[in-house]
């Protein structure tokens, strides 16, 4: 089950278990999980509590790696040493440091899954948008119909 929620978590595309962190790439997030020490206890607490990350998530950005939607991402590179960089506007960009096949396997996913989660992502907008527009609609439609007292 996801942290914080009643969904269950989609199952791992790529997975990477570090002695200090996990990398967890599902289809739609990219999960980066610290294992102990402070930060990690912080994790747990921002990820414990969605309010609180969604909230002041963008606090908790600059301590710790918290989930990151595809669509969010703008790029993703990798480095010689193996160090993958992940660029996301308005946020802090975080860096992963992999041993270069690693590096290059996860960057190679992502780069296939982000565009499909970027279209996924219009398409939720648009759908969003033309419920909106149905609504609006209905609701005019209604207060048309109303009789007068």
Known sequence: M??????PDK?????????H???KLQSD???VDLKDGARAEIEKLAE??????????W??????????????????TVEPSGKVNIRIPHRRDIHIPLEPLEAE???EKMNQLIPIEKERRVERQLAEQ???????????DTLKYRPMR
């Open 130 to 140: 033309a419920a909106e527009k149905e609504r609006e609609r209905q609701k005019t």
């Open 29 to 31: 997030v990219l999960k």
């Open 2 to 7: 996801a942290k914080g929620s009643d969904l």
């Open 59 to 76: 606090m908790f950005q600059t301590i710790i790696p918290l989930d990151v939607h595809l669509w969010e991402i703008e790029k993703v």
């Open 105 to 107: 396997r996860l960057v």
């Open 48 to 57: 414990a509590r969605p309010a609180l990350r969604d909230t002041i998530g």
């Open 11 to 19: 199952p791992a595309v790529f997975m990477l278990d570090k002695p």
């Open 21 to 23: 962190f996990q990398v």
